[in-house]
């Protein structure tokens, strides 16, 4: 049963640059989610995409977009990099249900620089 | 503005002790809790939950208990093993599934 995988696994882009990271989520899971851990911090939500719409979305700027596929993998692409985008960025998936949600499963992230 | 806060960076116990790892919310709307641990180089992974009609719920080794009124939860680990060192989090949610909010984690070592 794969769970939830993440590409690539590290990444190094130059200020002003344009990334796009990907998510494929665990199998059966229809809904994904994308946070951004800094350093000795805790992850920060950034957006949840549900049936190929941004379901909510967390206090980034609009730098930061995503999309759903029909497949439930999802992108987050972000613009115009910044030194303060170096992260880990960890895409979580999960299922929405009638009688309620599941918890969320991680995957193990993109490392993120930019210089 | 932190709505949830871990206010002890790190913790060392003995194994087969317990661990005790507390965690603190501002925010009356949330209704779900969660702790996750993450190794190094890995994603978090979901370690146990419980919703705010609840005050304890156990899995195994595992219990996490809620005071409301103290806006206040903790995690309980018994008996520690050195497999259990890592980073935990507290987070909380507004609804299960909806967006999470993280504290900053706790370094939990547990020395055999």
């Known amino acids: 049963d794969a769970g939830v995988t993440q590409s690539p696994t590290h990444l190094i882009k130059t200020r002003g640059q344009q990334v796009t990271l990907r998510c494929s989520p665990k199998?059966?899971?229809?809904?994904v989610s994308w946070y951004q851990q800094a350093l000795g911090q805790g992850p920060q939500f950034i957006f949840q995409y549900y049936e190929e719409e941004e379901r909510q979305r967390g206090n980034f700027p609009d730098r930061f977009s995503g999309h759903q596929f029909p497949n439930y993998s999802s992108e987050l692409n972000v613009n115009a990099l910044l030194l303060g985008d170096s992260a880990l960025y960890l895409c979580a998936s999960s299922l929405t249900g009638m009688l309620g949600n599941s918890p969320l499963h991680f995957g193990n992230g993109t490392r993120l620089t930019v210089t | 503005d932190q709505q949830v806060k871990q206010n002890s960076p790190s913790l060392s116990v003995q194994e087969g002790r317990i661990s005790i790892l507390n965690c603190d919310y501002t925010n009356s709307m949330f209704d779900y809790f969660l702790w996750y641990k993450k190794y190094p180089a890995e994603g978090p992974t979901f370690l146990i939950s419980i919703s705010s009609i609840k005050d304890k719920n156990e899995d195994g080794r595992f219990t996490v208990f809620l005071n409301k009124s103290a806006k206040h939860l903790s995690l309980h680990i018994v008996p520690s093993q050195p497999g259990d060192s890592a980073v935990y989090f507290c987070?909380?949610?507004?609804?299960?599934?909806?967006?999470?909010?993280f504290g900053a984690g706790t370094i939990l070592r547990v020395k055999s």
């Open positions: 987070a909380a949610s507004h609804h299960l599934g909806n967006k999470l909010v």
């Open positions: 199998s059966g899971h229809d809904t």
